[in-house]
């Protein structure tokens, strides 16, 4: 099955920087990679996804980029503000069960 | 508004005593799932159904049950619950998994089994 790792585990950046999360996957067949926000006390939300066809994928300050070939994606987030402060998730979609695995998550800490 | 909706919120019980957290979506979504979330493991598949009446195993199956009797609610039964059943549980639901639509989900039950 499918097996997703994220880094890092916490990250801290001043307000006006720029995040970048990373995760890799074990499934070369995996086609589809979203991103989820959570806020405390509510569920993850997407923010954005990628499919296997494209190698990058922007949404105004959120980036998603894709590296098939070495396995692995990355959300970049810039000029962060301090309501991107939030926990993140990353997740690929395990062909054969035709579920997300996710990663561990993030704790994204924009300090103002 | 187009929501999952998962009860109760929160959620104190002793080992082996039933019970039951319900969910429900309004938005015709065929596919329902239930994920449990603990520090550093993300997020854990725990059952999944793809439409009426087809459910089928995640990842963490045991000791936990589903049924999906309507397209809508698609409730989570502990039948006996032990401590390491303690855990932030959530519903979601899309459109289909074929076309890897957006999973949407509720906000989550934060279960205590003492």
């Known amino acids: 099955g499918e097996n997703v790792e994220q880094h890092p585990s916490t990250l801290s950046v001043q307000e006006g920087d720029s995040a970048v999360i990373k995760c890799t996957y074990s499934d070369s067949a995996s086609n589809y990679f979203p991103w989820y926000k959570q806020e405390l006390g509510k569920g993850p939300q997407l923010i954005i996804d990628?499919?296997?066809?494209?190698g990058e994928k922007k949404d105004q300050r959120i980036a998603v980029t894709l590296n098939k070939t070495a396995k692995h994606f990355s959300l970049h987030i810039t000029e962060t503000q301090p309501e991107d402060s939030a926990v993140y998730f990353c997740a690929a979609m395990d062909t054969g069960r035709r579920a997300l695995t996710f990663g561990s998550g993030t704790r994204l800490q924009v300090q103002p | 508004e187009a929501q999952v909706t998962q009860n109760p919120r929160y959620l104190i019980t002793v080992t082996g005593k039933k019970l039951t957290v319900t969910c429900s979506q309004n938005m015709n979504h065929e596919y329902m799932s239930w994920y449990r979330q603990d520090p550093g493991l993300g997020l854990r598949q725990i059952y999944y159904?793809?439409?009426?009446?087809?459910?089928d195993k995640g990842d963490v199956p045991e000791g936990y049950k589903v049924s999906r009797k309507e397209k809508r609610n698609f409730p989570l039964i502990l039948e006996s619950p032990s401590p390491n059943q303690t855990s932030l549980y959530f519903c979601a639901s899309s459109f289909d998994r074929v076309r890897n639509s957006p999973l949407h989900f509720g906000n989550g039950t934060r279960l205590t089994v003492t």
């Open positions: 159904s793809m439409n009426v009446e087809v459910t």
């Open positions: 990628i499919r296997s066809n494209v």
